[in-house]
């Protein structure tokens, strides 16, 4: 079974802090993904990474910046976090799959980090 | 106006009823949909995938895509109180990585 881990459940930071949330998937996906979750909004990709040490803007990049060092770990970073990223954050990893007319991913999603910004 | 809608609902029905959930899309490029299945306090998971227009059956799920519509439904049979949690649409046109989302719908099932 696809197992994408989270770090944190549940996370309480402070306004200006620097956070951190970690995603660790174990099926050697070359794709990871970090999307936020809203009420009436939905699921909003901010960043993801096709491969070590690459990434690229989702629709929501602003305050949010990302690390992949290695395949299997993909972090989101707040830099100086605000109350406006309150949120529901959850990480995702894909491998390209071949079907009826061209390629495309299955995204597995870990629990989520719920995260509460005072 | 999004690319992808979805009714939130909540959606309450009784165990044993037909559940019939639906997305519309403004994107014609949109060819692979899928729906995924999100419970409480839990990340989203896969439960149907479909390539272009078209039904699809697993179990008690059956997923149907109507392009020329831009109109894609789930429809769940025998419908069970474990069925209850949040289904989200979500599309891409292929070829690429990035899905676009629904905003799910909140189903629930009571006994």
């Known amino acids: 079974d696809v197992k994408v881990t989270q770090s944190s459940r549940y996370l309480v930071k402070r306004t200006g802090e620097k956070v951190f949330l970690e995603c660790v998937q174990d099926?050697?996906?070359?794709?990871m993904f970090w999307y936020r979750q809203d009420p009436g909004l939905g699921l909003r990709l901010i960043y993801f990474?096709?491969?070590?040490?690459?990434?690229e803007k989702g629709d929501i990049p602003e305050g949010y910046s990302v690390s992949r060092e290695k395949k299997e770990r993909f972090s989101l970073i707040l830099e100086s976090a605000s109350t406006n990223q309150t949120s529901m954050y959850l990480c995702?990893?894909?491998?390209?799959?071949?079907?009826?007319?061209?390629?495309?991913?299955?995204?597995?999603f870990g629990p989520g980090t719920r995260l509460t910004v005072l | 106006q999004k690319e992808v809608e979805q009714d939130p609902g909540p959606l309450s029905v009784p165990e044993g009823a037909i559940v019939s959930l639906n997305c519309t899309y403004s994107?014609?490029?949109?060819?692979?949909f899928m729906w995924y299945r999100q419970y409480s306090r839990k990340g989203p998971e896969l439960l149907m995938y479909?390539?272009?227009?078209g039904n699809k059956e697993d179990g008690r799920f059956t997923a149907q895509v109507d392009k020329s519509s831009k109109y894609i439904s789930l429809f769940i049979r025998d419908s069970q109180p474990s069925d209850s949690a949040t289904y989200l649409c979500?599309?891409?046109?292929?070829?690429?990585?990035?899905?676009?989302f629904g905003t799910g719908t909140q189903l629930k099932v009571e006994l």
């Open positions: 479909t390539y272009s227009s």
């Open positions: 994107n014609s490029a949109f060819q692979y």
């Open positions: 099926m050697d996906h070359e794709n």
């Open positions: 990474s096709y491969d070590v040490k690459m990434k």
């Open positions: 979500a599309m891409t046109t292929g070829g690429g990585n990035k899905l676009t």
């Open positions: 995702a990893s894909s491998f390209p799959r071949v079907r009826a007319g061209g390629t495309t991913d299955t995204q597995y």
